[in-house]
């Protein structure tokens, strides 16, 4: 996310803060995709992100320990990210701080790996206070009041938020973020122009090559499963791929000789999408097709005179 854009439209609504359950909006604020959303689609959050205007800088996380353990310390090294941890699932007042324990109790009969040390080392850099809260609504809670966003006007994306601060009586006014959140994403940041880029060369390589792949006989499917091959050799993830305008997984029409085969895919490297069209004739093109081929070619000519 870009984050002084977030800031600049967050002054225009008057919003001190935003306080996100969605996992899009969890993973465009701290480029972390929730566990659960990978899982079990539909889920009320258990992820939170938690952005301050005036601390844009100091961005929140709300999760459990055991999906920071698991998942955010492995692949994340952000000194900027403040996290607050809870043990229990639940909106119960349970503030705490719970008993400390070890998540993975070490009897040191052999040494930690590098993997295990990290993880040690992250949740040891999180005060006790932040690191032992009962359970999520007292972690958003303290979260909240710990960023200065307790009172004045916030942005939410989700009903389980929304209830979790009317339960707890918060003050804060609240507004739904939807449109803010889509504000912001107008103006990308450097980052995300890489990701865009990075997703976008990769689809058009894994496209290219199903197109060079294409011969008489072969089933549309196959090619359904060959772009999702050669997707992920380039590191994407394949999203659909449009066979002679039919995007149905399980087509099992046959390609045939002098066919013009329009071919459309998409794939997203880090949720960032590429999206490239090309047309492959298969064999010897009919005679309509061919006059319009050479049409577009010499339309899309620098040299082209009309």
């Given at each position: 996310m870009n984050m002084a854009r977030a800031v600049e439209v967050m002054e225009r609504h008057n919003l001190d803060g935003l306080v996100l359950g969605d996992p899009v909006n969890v993973f465009h604020a701290l480029g972390h995709w929730p566990q659960i959303a990978r899982t079990r689609q539909g889920q009320p959050p258990g992820t939170f992100a938690i952005l301050a205007r005036e601390r844009i800088d100091e961005p929140g996380l709300v999760t459990s320990r055991f999906l920071y353990y698991y998942t955010w310390a492995d692949g994340r090294q952000r000194d900027d990210v403040q996290a607050w941890l809870y043990t229990l699932l639940d909106d119960a007042g349970a503030e705490g701080p719970f008993p400390e324990y070890e998540l993975c109790p070490d009897r040191g009969e052999a040494p930690m790996s590098t993997m295990e040390q990290n993880r040690a080392r992250s949740l040891s850099y999180i005060p006790a206070d932040r690191a032992w809260i009962g359970?999520?609504?007292?972690?958003?809670?303290?979260?909240?009041?710990?960023?200065?966003?307790?009172?004045?006007?916030?942005?939410?994306?989700?009903?389980?938020?929304?209830?979790?601060?009317?339960?707890?009586?918060?003050?804060?006014?609240?507004?739904?973020?939807?449109?803010?959140?889509?504000?912001?994403?107008?103006?990308?940041?450097?980052?995300?122009?890489?990701?865009?880029?990075?997703?976008?060369?990769?689809?058009?390589?894994?496209?290219?090559?199903?197109?060079?792949?294409?011969?008489?006989?072969?089933?549309?499917?196959?090619?359904?499963?060959?772009?999702?091959?050669?997707?992920?050799?380039?590191?994407?993830?394949?999203?659909?791929?449009?066979?002679?305008r039919s995007s149905s997984e399980f087509n099992s029409r046959k390609i045939e000789d002098g066919q013009a085969l329009f071919l459309d895919a998409v794939s997203h490297f880090q949720h960032y999408h590429g999206d490239f069209a090309r047309t492959v004739f298969v064999g010897d093109p009919l005679p309509p097709a061919r006059k319009a081929a050479e049409a577009a070619a010499l339309a899309g000519s620098p040299s082209a005179t009309f």
């Open positions: 359970d999520c609504g007292a972690a958003i809670v303290k979260a909240m009041r710990d960023l200065g966003i307790w009172g004045g006007r916030v942005g939410v994306d989700h009903r389980a938020t929304e209830e979790v601060l009317t339960r707890n009586d918060c003050p804060a006014e609240r507004i739904w973020a939807d449109n803010v959140l889509r504000e912001i994403r107008l103006i990308k940041s450097p980052l995300e122009m890489v990701l865009m880029a990075r997703a976008a060369e990769a689809n058009v390589q894994a496209l290219n090559a199903v197109g060079r792949a294409v011969r008489e006989g072969a089933a549309y499917h196959e090619l359904h499963q060959l772009f999702l091959a050669e997707a992920a050799q380039r590191g994407n993830r394949a999203v659909f791929l449009n066979v002679d």
